[in-house]
């Protein structure tokens, strides 16, 4: 079992997609380990996303993540990190295969709906980053045995 940090952005907040999307996650077999919806700040976004701050997207990156409320998650399974990054798509919605997410519902390099972390390593920062320890919760799953064999 594998954790990993998912970001609705504020454009889907604003498009009114997180249940959409949060939805794939549940039906490919992952699990919600933890959810809340925030304001970020702009300290949060720049220490989210401090590995770009020296490009020149960066200041319009922190004025998009900090734009409206996102929602936050840590989601659960076999793999989740690549498996989440598979289901997201290409950073740019324009080569996002159908399919993924992005590819499925954004057209932009920036406005791409979802975040999910690109490592084990880049989970574990993020997750602790985002999350008290608190508000994870692991607990049984009525019919995990039929999801995945443990
Ligand atoms: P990822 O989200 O697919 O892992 P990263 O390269 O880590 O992509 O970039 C972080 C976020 O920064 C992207 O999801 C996107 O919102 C934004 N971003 C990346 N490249 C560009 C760009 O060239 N222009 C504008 N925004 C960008």
Redesign the pocket.
């Known amino acids: 079992m594998q954790r990993t940090l998912v970001i609705f952005?504020p454009d889907c907040v604003q498009r009114r997609l997180v249940g959409q999307i949060l939805q794939r996650f549940e039906a490919k077999g992952l699990r919600i380990a933890a959810l809340k919806m925030i304001q970020v700040s702009k300290e949060l976004g720049e220490q989210h996303?401090a590995e770009?701050k020296e490009?020149p997207?960066f200041p319009?990156?922190i004025r998009?993540i900090t734009g409206g409320p996102v929602v936050v998650a840590v989601i659960a399974g076999p793999e989740a990190v690549a498996v989440v990054r598979g289901m997201?798509g290409?950073?740019s919605g324009i080569e996002a295969a159908p399919g993924t997410i992005r590819g499925d519902f954004s057209v932009s390099?920036?406005?791409?709906l979802i975040?999910?972390s690109?490592s084990p390593e880049s989970a574990a920062r993020e997750i602790a980053l985002w999350f008290q320890p608190e508000e994870i919760l692991d607990y049984d799953l009525a019919g995990q045995d039929w999801v995945a064999e443990s």
Not at 109 to 112: I, T, V
């Open positions: 952005k996303y770009h490009r997207f319009g990156l998009f997201m290409k950073t390099k920036q406005n791409n975040h999910g690109d």
